[in-house]
């Protein structure tokens, strides 16, 4: 068994439980998304599956709390992740958010490739940059990234995207960029024409505005 899919199968602590017994290391794709009961037992299932490469946790009822315990327990032992799927993280506040990126390990900066975090609310310019690793505090950058989907209330996150995917940003490889807000200025596009950037869409819940 390489790929597990348990979407929109009501899990919680019970299955939880069962995931955690069955010892799968080998598992390479775990799909949990759309399972509201499953975030605070989240880190106890990724705890004993070190060769996982994608996984979708998307409206999976994350809290602060759970945000944390992934980042001190499950995501450092995820070196081999390829692809994370945290979109719908409704209830995680930047607090959470950078606890969660203090546990992406140099390895799992170095692996992963697509990042999904859309209507994540809590996401602040702090968080976003920690997470990528354009933090003051010298976090490995997301080298490998190529897919990048966010969507936060900081109006300066867009900004700090294209900045960071110019030539000698600290997201080099970024070939496509979905970016939701309140609102996006048009000039967002005009910066983005100097880097690698082959695919952009911009969700703007206020409109777009120019300078």
């Not at 409206?59 to 081999?80: H, I, K, N, S, V």
């Not at 966010?150 to 970016?179: C, F, K, T, Y």
Request: hydrophobic fraction near 45%; aromatic fraction near 2%.
């Amino acid at each position: 068994l390489a790929e597990l899919g348990l979407r929109q199968s009501h899990c919680g602590e019970a299955t939880a439980g069962a995931l955690e017994g069955a010892m799968l290391p080998w598992l390479s794709a775990l799909d949990l998304a759309e399972n509201t009961g499953m975030g605070p037992y989240l880190s106890r299932v990724l705890a004993p599956m070190p060769q996982l490469r994608r996984l979708c946790a998307f409206d999976c009822g994350l809290t602060d709390a759970a945000a944390e315990a992934l980042g001190r327990e499950a995501l450092p032992r995820l070196t081999t992740l390829e692809v994370l799927d945290l979109c719908e993280a409704v209830h995680v506040t930047p607090r959470g958010w950078a606890a969660l990126a203090r546990g992406l390990s140099p390895g799992t900066r170095a692996s992963l490739r697509v990042l999904l975090l859309e209507d994540c609310p809590g996401l602040d310019g702090a968080s976003v940059a920690a997470l990528l690793g354009g933090g003051e505090r010298g976090a490995a950058p997301l080298s490998a990234l190529r897919v990048l989907h966010l969507g936060g209330r900081d109006q300066q996150i867009a900004s700090m995207i294209a900045e960071a995917a110019l030539p000698g940003g600290w997201l080099p490889s970024l070939r496509v960029l979905h970016l939701r807000q309140k609102q996006l200025r048009l000039e967002l596009v005009d910066a983005l024409r100097g880097t690698e950037v082959q695919e952009l869409q911009l969700w703007a819940s206020g409109g777009c505005e120019a300078e």
